[in-house]
Every structure is written in structure tokens, then in C-alpha cells.
Antibody
Framework: EVQLVASGGGLVQPGGSLRLSCAAS????????MHWVRQAPGKGLVWVSR????????TYADSVKGRFTISRDNAKNTLYLQMNSLRAEDTAVYHC??????????????WGRGTLVTVSS | SYELTQPPSVSVSPGQTARITCSGD??????AYWYQQKPGQAPVLVIY???ERPSGIPERFSGSSSGTIVTLTISGAQAEDEADYYC??????????FGGGTKLTVL
């Protein structure tokens, strides 16, 4: 079955760190650009970060730039998000998502269910 | 960056047509995409490139575009279509944006 499964969320204190993982199955991760998208409780979807297929290019939302790092291990078919200097406003469900292949069209054709990160003292 | 604007909520009776709009200047240059999200679940793509429907999505889902406004139409809405719907667009600079989401109520 083609799927993405995010894990690694939990409760962390403000200023703390957490690393999320996203395991891909049923397809080869190295063929795709991958993203993280978050959703605060009761709120909408917000794009967080994107990495190209070989890991040589990364982009971030302004709200996480300098604090979050996206990475991938294609050999393990896994995407990561290292989150440092966490703030209360980072509390959200974090989804990993696969970017549809092709040029000129930018959208997600597969999503993982997400993992909840709670930043609180 | 840019913004996409959606109505917070839309309500229809079963069998009626539901229309959800998404507006933004970027939509005159880039395509829009629509996702359906039910509580506790991951989003699912229901329309891509303004009006294309992925395989497995019912024919009652359609999309259209006019200038800076795109519209998701659900013809003959069913109880199972009750969900949050998000529009999304992006550009070659790597900017990805979602609309604020629209809660569709079918009752």
C-alpha cells in the first residue's frame, strides 16, 4: 500500500527540540520532492518546508526559518524534520506530504495522517 | 507571499449543490488545487489544475476558474461530503499557500 506515516511527536517544553520522521512505503521516496505541512488545533493547513528529491535544495516558511531543518534518508525511505527552539505557536499536527511529480504543477498527491507536537511548560 | 481567501463555512441540504470559492491574485497566473479533510484524517486531493478530478473522486466534484477566483462545486452533496475543504496554490519560487479552509455542512 502506498502510504506515508509520520511519527515522533509529543510534549516538549518551550525552547526544546524534537525530530519528526515520515516513513514512506509502497513507493520510492528518492523519486519525489517532499514537504511538511502543519495544522494547529482547530485551524487550517500551513506549509512548513520542502526538500527536493536528492536533498540538495530546501525551502522554509518564514515562521520556522533558522529553527527547523528538513532532511531525508532515501536509503531508509524516510523524511525528517528537526525542530529546535520550539515555541507555543509551533503546537500543531505535522503532516508529511508528497509533491506530485511533473513541471509547472505544484500540489500534493499523497499525505500522511500526521503526528501531534505540543509545546508547553 | 500571497493569500488565498475562502468563506469559513458553507451549508447545504442533502442533494443540493454546494459551491466553495477561493480568491487570490495568484490564481490569475497559477493553478488551484482542492483538498478534502475529514476530522482526524489526512487531507485528500479532490481537484487539481483548477478542474481536473483525480481517479477515485466522485463525478459530483468539479472545479472551475475565472480570473482570480476558483470554485469547487459539489453537485448533489451527500452527508459523506461533510468536511473541511482547502484550496492551495504555489509558484516556481517555492511559495506554497493554502486558503483558510471552508467547513461544509450537509444537513
Amino acid at each position: 500500500e502506498v502510504q506515508l506515516v509520520a511519527s515522533g511527536g509529543g510534549l516538549v517544553q518551550p525552547g526544546g527540540s524534537l525530530r519528526l520522521s515520515c516513513a514512506a512505503s509502497g513507493f520510492t521516496l528518492s523519486n519525489y520532492w517532499m514537504h511538511w505541512v502543519r495544522q494547529a488545533p482547530g485551524k487550517g493547513l500551513v506549509w512548513v518546508s520542502r526538500m527536493n528529491s536528492d536533498g540538495s535544495s530546501r525551502t522554509y516558511a518564514d515562521s520556522v526559518k533558522g529553527r527547523f531543518t528538513i532532511s531525508r534518508d532515501n536509503a531508509k525511505n524516510t523524511l525528517y524534520l528537526q525542530m529546535n527552539s520550539l515555541r507555543a505557536e509551533d503546537t500543531a499536527v505535522y503532516h508529511c506530504a508528497r509533491e506530485a511529480p511533473g513541471t509547472g504543477d505544484w500540489y500534493f498527491d499523497l499525505w500522511g495522517r500526521g503526528t501531534l507536537v505540543t509545546v508547553s511548560s | 507571499s500571497y493569500e488565498l481567501t475562502q468563506p469559513p463555512s458553507v451549508s447545504v441540504s442533502p442533494g443540493q449543490t454546494a459551491r466553495i470559492t477561493c480568491s487570490g491574485d495568484v490564481l490569475s497566473k497559477q493553478h488551484a488545487y482542492w483538498y478534502q479533510q475529514k476530522p482526524g484524517q489526512a487531507p485528500v486531493l479532490v481537484i487539481y489544475k483548477d478542474s481536473e478530478r483525480p481517479s477515485g473522486i466522485p463525478e459530483r466534484f468539479s472545479g472551475s476558474s475565472s480570473g482570480t477566483i476558483v470554485t469547487l462545486t459539489i453537485s448533489g452533496a451527500q452527508a459523506e461530503d461533510e468536511a473541511d475543504y482547502y484550496c492551495q496554490s504555489a509558484d516556481s519560487s517555492g511559495t506554497w499557500v493554502f486558503g483558510g479552509g471552508t467547513k461544509l455542512t450537509v444537513l
